[in-house]
């Protein structure tokens, strides 16, 4: 069993930017592809960035691309979601979470959700 728990989350401006960390319990990290999903109020939770377990494999929602990265550090335990060019309608609850799948972004192949850590954008 794999224990996420997220952190970096605040308020920033328009065109500011974050990095999100997720750091998970356990030796078996490795073994984990990740990916960091968003939900903002009244719509369903939707995955902003895919890793495979090495790191070298990524997916991207099109909203995001060129502007977010997702890395991980298996020494560490740790994933990350570094947010630039940060807009508005970014604004909503971040999740990490893991599959023992090979890399996806569908929801519902995901094993391991953290606790969420709020982002707020304000223009």
């Known amino acids: 069993q794999v224990q996420l728990v997220e952190s970096g989350g605040g308020l920033v401006q328009a065109g500011g930017s974050l990095r999100l960390s997720c750091a998970a319990s356990g030796r078996t990290f490795s073994s984990y592809a990740m990916g960091w999903f968003r939900q903002a109020p009244g719509k369903e939770r939707e995955c902003v960035a895919a890793g495979s377990r090495s790191g070298g494999g990524t997916y991207y929602a099109d909203s995001v691309r060129g502007r977010f990265t997702i890395s991980r550090d298996n020494a560490k335990n740790t994933a990350y979601l570094q947010m630039n060019s940060l807009k508005p309608e970014d604004t909503a609850v971040y999740y990490c979470?893991?599959?023992?799948?090979?890399?996806?972004?569908?929801?519902?192949?995901?094993?391991?959700w953290g606790q969420g850590t709020q982002v707020t954008v304000s223009s």
């Open positions: 979470a893991a599959t023992r799948s090979i890399l996806t972004m569908k929801r519902d192949l995901y094993d391991y």
